[in-house]
């Protein structure tokens, strides 16, 4: 399958290119397509609580409205924020299904599960998703030991400390510093060039995939958890 991310500098344009060839017919482009945001997905969708397969049928569901779309796509940009709101859409409306159909068949444990006062809000943080899909994006554009630097400063926990990382990059203790700092400039211009803007329109995910389309989308070959929490990706 091809990389579906550029071999030079940022460019915002990749999903444009991915859309275009997917319009074209382009089967490959698809692929890496769906690779390029399977992650906020299964975040979204993991964050009503689904059971694997429900979240399975959320993800095809997601892809074959996508594939619909996809003809009238006004801005590429925007498929972070149409996945992550159609997603949350599609896996509420899938929550709330399947407790019906668990209030029926045991409605004193529906009743439990839901009077629980520890229990965590069930939803996805919508505008915290989408921002750690664009950091994810503009992260895999930046340098190799960019990422190196950036991805143990901020996602490694316990943080290395400077010593090690200095002896684990090969690089002067005192590099570090000015190093992370110009890592998170280009950090912050990619995620500036990679703001969406208004693209497909809500209608267009409304209506349920068809057998055939749905069947057509691949299912991904490995889970892929939601973000843990702690070091998230919207808080380098």
Request: proline share 7%; hydrophobic share 35%; charged share 30%.
């Amino acid at each position: 399958m091809p990389d579906s991310r550029p071999s030079g500098p940022l460019e915002p344009d990749v999903d444009a290119r991915l859309v275009a060839r997917c319009q074209a017919g382009d089967a490959r482009a698809w692929e890496a397509l769906v690779r390029r945001h399977e992650r906020l997905v299964f975040a979204v969708g993991r964050s009503w609580r689904l059971s694997d397969e429900d979240l399975a049928d959320v993800f095809q569901e997601v892809f074959a409205a996508l594939v619909r779309g996809l003809p009238r796509l006004r801005e590429a940009r925007t498929l972070v924020r149409w996945l992550s709101s159609t997603t949350d859409r599609i896996a509420r409306t899938t929550a709330l299904r399947r407790r019906r159909e668990q209030a029926l068949t045991a409605p004193e444990a529906a009743a439990a599960e839901h009077d629980s006062s520890d229990a965590e809000p069930v939803g996805a943080d919508l505008d915290r998703l989408e921002r750690q899909a664009l950091v994810r994006l503009a992260l895999a554009h930046l340098s190799e030991r960019c990422q190196r630097l950036l991805g143990a400063l901020y996602y490694e926990d316990p943080a290395p400390s400077y010593a090690e990382l200095a002896g684990r990059l090969g690089v002067p203790i005192g590099s570090l510093g000015p190093t992370r700092a110009r890592c998170m400039e280009r950090l912050r211009a990619g995620l500036e060039r990679l703001e969406p803007s208004p693209g497909i329109t809500a209608d267009d995910s409304r209506t349920s995939p068809d057998s055939a389309r749905a069947r057509a989308i691949p299912r991904p070959g490995r889970r892929v958890g939601a973000d843990r929490d702690g070091r998230t990706e919207n808080s380098p």
